[in-house]
């Protein structure tokens, strides 16, 4: 549990005093609502005299009281920051003063004043960590825990940390009511219910357009730097550009986080012995790229790549285009589907993450993982603590791709068993996956699964560029020193130059992280790359206007 010294701290005499030349002074009356749950945005708001109280609504409608402030306190949480809609409700109860700061004075102030910045911005994650739970009904998803649809609006919105309640039509008698209430019908799930909102059948898109995630909420639609992906590559390039001073957009298709925000458990990420969950990491990567004024959207879908008058324009799956004076690719690659039968037929229980939200779908029940390396390990020891996994690779030696500390664990955990040279050729059940048929040295075998993770090979998302840029024989991006004549062509003779670290066979497109080909495929390899490839931008940019 949080304590209040992290979420609720009190402003000395000299933090009010800097926020008195950011914002203004005002009377506020008891029954006066200084911002409601839905809002698109609000002030930040420091209590000088009087009381306001936070509340979020509950499930059977009541206001429930989060937090009282007094004199001293502040108002606010991550979504001042990020651009989400608000989630809580602030009203005065008791009247008095408050410096109102309009919400862009008080970014500015994040980023250039070091002790209110760390004070605030601590308070705000650990009120979001609260969030999540004690003002979960903010927004309510109805579905079914068979529905595809369903659980991927769900991880959708645990990934992005969006505080929600999950509301399972399938053990949840009480919601037929709820559902009558709002006209609903099961041709209308999954059904999210927001402040001012109920979306019917909506898409992640849609999800994401209300709650502010999306390109469309960004007044301009020209960067410096456009960064496409929104792993530890994109992120450390977000952070690193922003900070020095390059007004930067990243563009996320799925989740801002990767892969790395799929991972359980990082050991082997510098200065973290105990390990840390990609979540976690990433959460506060995304809050320090934010911090120094970059924009980061999801779902952002890049579908194209041109030239346009010496810029580079990204052309979104939504028919929205965005411009970049340079471009960094961070996309990474996804995992290929498993041939399996009726694999389709299941496919709400087909995972390619192991999360917490993953380990609350499985609640215990058996589950089988395919493939062999450090995401299939991670997600193998994370799972075990509640499900007996069995763990199926094509090789013969678990080793091979994965590294020794977690094969040591993998091997003495009692509740895994691992199946070498063996192949998964078909899912049963009837509406529930119930088993796994494998193909083994011994021959076929069927085995209690409820549950599928797929880890096997990856591919790069690298269709999107266009033909830009030279990719080598699987669809990795080439980068600097792997770039011979033949890819480069006159147009870099009349350059007079090579290609910067890790700038691409096209001048000002840049490629980091797993989908450059020839990179580290580690987070930590991926943060160094993205990190240094904002050097190259500056360096290129200076060459483009020289």
Known sequence: MIGDDAAFPMLDDAEIALLDTLGTRRRVTAGETLYRAGDATYDFFAVTSGVVEITTAGSDGTDQVVVRHDARRFLGELNLLTGLRVFVTATVVESGEVIAVPAAAMRR????????????????IARRAILMTGAASAIRLVGSRLSPESLRI????????????????????VLDDTLQDLAITAEDLPVVIAPGAVMRNPTIGEVASYLGLTVESLPERKFDLVIVGGGPAGLAAAVYGATEGLETLGLERATVGGQAGSTSRIENYLGFPMGVSGTELTQRAIVQAEKFGAHLTAPCSAASLRECSGHLVVHLEDGTEVVGRAVIVASGVRYRRLDAQRIEDFEQSVYYAATENEMRQCSGSPVVIVGGGNSAGQAALYLAQTSPVTIAIRGDDIGAAMSSYLVDRVVANLRITVRTNTRVTALDGDREMRHARLATPEGDVTVPCEALFSFIGAEP??????????????????TDLELDANALGERWDVLGRRPL??????????????????????????????????????????????
């Open 461 to 478: 998302n690298s269709d999107w560029l266009s033909k830009c840029a030279a990719v080598d024989e699987h669809g990795f991006i080439r």
């Open 501 to 546: 670290p890790f700038e691409t066979s096209h001048p000002g497109l840049f490629a980091v992280g797993d989908v450059r080909s020839g990179s580290t495929k580690r987070v930590a390899a991926a943060v160094g790359e993205g990190s240094a490839a904002v050097r190259s931008v500056h360096e290129y940019l200076a060459f483009a206007h020289s």
């Open 109 to 124: 102030a994040l980023a250039t004043e070091p002790a209110l910045s760390d004070k605030v911005l601590a308070a705000f």
């Open 154 to 173: 769900r991880e959708f919105l645990a990934r992005a940390g969006v505080p929600h309640e999950w509301l399972d039509t399938e053990n949840d008698p």
